[in-house]
T-cell receptor, first 112, second 114 residues
């Protein structure tokens, strides 16, 4: 089983739609969680950290369920510019230090 | 946010030669640095983790002697692809992580081995 799993998509949605991405992680010792956005042929950029209490940043809402080892990202009122690949990222402490593991990413295409 | 600079952004080399990629944290000291490789339409795959004061930890299946990683200082890490072959052609991205924050990424290096 992969350490971090995501539905690869693509999710094709009309502009203005609400879309949700899910992610599961296998290691209960995971400490920190993030959503990154990656545009084609560019480096990933942090979208938001994910906290147990849930957090919101404008149109984006992230949730963490430690009991179920599940992370979600909700995008409301989708814009064309939201088209990208969204990466679920998990950080845990290992014997060799911190380890950051990426999911395979979920591709979002927002259309007119 | 913090700035991570990766150089070069693009390199083409002949098969059998070695290529060095540099990753610098410009405005913070990086206690941890990560090197990733990304093939087309795939996610980032962690190659190795470099931690301050210790040798790099390589992921399973990554050849230590082929991908030499040196965390020379708290602001510089280098990845050297030795005796490169066409199958090493990929997008290599470094990441640096200050203590207790998220990771920041370099711009990536597109390596083409001909």
């Amino acid at each position: 089983r992969k350490e971090v799993e995501q539905d690869p998509g693509p999710f094709n949605v009309p502009e203005g739609a609400t879309v949700a991405f899910n992610c599961t992680y296998s290691n209960s010792a995971s400490q920190s969680f993030f959503w990154y956005r990656q545009d084609c042929r560019k480096e990933p950029k942090l979208l938001m950290s994910v906290y147990s209490s849930g957090n919101e940043d404008g149109r984006f809402t992230a949730q963490l369920n430690r009991a179920s080892q599940y992370i979600s990202l909700l995008i409301r009122d989708s814009k064309l510019s939201d088209s990208a690949t969204y990466l679920c990222v998990v950080l845990r402490l290992t014997g060799g230090g911190n380890k950051l593991t990426f999911g395979t990413g979920t591709q979002l295409k927002v259309e007119l | 946010g913090a700035v991570v600079s990766q150089h070069p952004s693009r390199v083409i080399c002949k098969s059998g030669t070695s290529v060095k990629i540099e990753c610098r944290s410009l405005d913070f000291q990086a206690t941890t640095m990560f090197w990733y490789r990304q093939f087309p339409k795939q996610s980032l795959m962690l190659m190795a983790t470099s931690n301050e004061g210790s040798k790099a930890t390589y992921e399973q299946g990554v050849e230590k002697d082929k991908f030499l990683i040196n965390h020379a200082s708290l602001t510089l890490s280098t990845l050297t692809v030795t005796s490169a072959h066409p199958e090493d052609s990929s997008f290599y991205i470094c990441s640096a992580k200050p203590t207790n924050t998220e990771a920041f990424f370099g711009q990536g290096t597109r390596l083409t081995v001909v």
